[in-house]
C-alpha cells in the first residue's frame, strides 16, 4: 500500500493506495503550529478509522505548498509507518515538460495534477484546482506545460468580504434556487457561487481563443463539486485527481 498526501494551505488529504484503488481519502486542518506527533496521531486516526495496519504501507509520497511543513508531515509518517517518504519536488521524475520562465516557481501541487490529468484525459487542458487559490493550468497537445492563472480562491473572497463589511454575513457554499437574490444571504451565495461559475467560463473561453482550440477541463479541489456542475462549459470534476497524481510520481520514483 502506498500513502499519498497533499498539504494545501488549508487542508491537508491523505489517501491510502492498494494498487490503483483508493482505499480511502480523509481531510484535516492545515495546522502551521502542530508537531510531527500530533500529524502522526491524525495519520492514526485515519488509518484506524479504515482499519489499516501501518505494516501494510509500503511507500509514502507527498505535495506541499507550505514548505515548513513539509518536513513535519513527512518526520510524522516516518513515525507512525516506518516508511521513507518522497516528496514531489527538484530532482523528482514527473514526465511532465515545463515551459514556463522559471520551472522551479511551479507549485508541486500543479504538477501533481497536470501529471494525473494528462494520463486519464484528452489533450490539451485546462486543469482547474478550486482551492485556497483558484488555479489553471493549460498543457497543449504534447504535454507541455505551459503555464496558467491563479485567482483569490472563494473561501478568501467570503471572508475577506465578511471582514471587510458591517453588515455582510459568513455564509455556507450553498447554491441559491435563483441567479437573482431577494435577501442578503441568498445574493451573496448567488455571487460567489454562479460568480466563480462564470469566472471559470470566461477563463476557459479566452484560453481556448488563445490557443486556438477547444480543450478538455477537469476540475478538483474541494470546493470543486459545488462549482463545476453551475459552469455553462463541460468540466469534467475528478476529486481525486492529486491521490492519483501522487501515485503516478510515486510509481515512476520507486
Known sequence: MVLAIDIGNTNIVFGCFEGDDILFRERASTNLLATDLEYASVIRTAFELHSISPDKITGAVISSVVPSLTATVAKAVEKYTSVKVLAVGPGVKTGLKITIDNPAQLGSDLVVAAVASISKYPLPQIIIDLGTATTFSVVDKKQNFLGGIIMTGMAVSLDALANRTSQLPKIAFETPKRVIGTNTVDSMKSGI?????????????????????????????????SVAKLCEHNVTLDEDLLLTGLKLIYNKNK
Do not use: F, H, P
Not at 476557459?204 to 476540475?219: H, P, Q, S
Not at 478538483?220 to 463539486?225: A, P, Q
Open 193 to 225: 457561487m454562479y460568480g466563480t461559475a462564470g469566472a471559470i467560463d470566461g477563463m476557459i473561453d479566452r484560453i481556448e481563443k488563445e490557443l486556438g482550440e477547444k480543450c478538455t477541463v477537469v476540475a478538483t479541489g474541494g470546493l470543486s463539486g
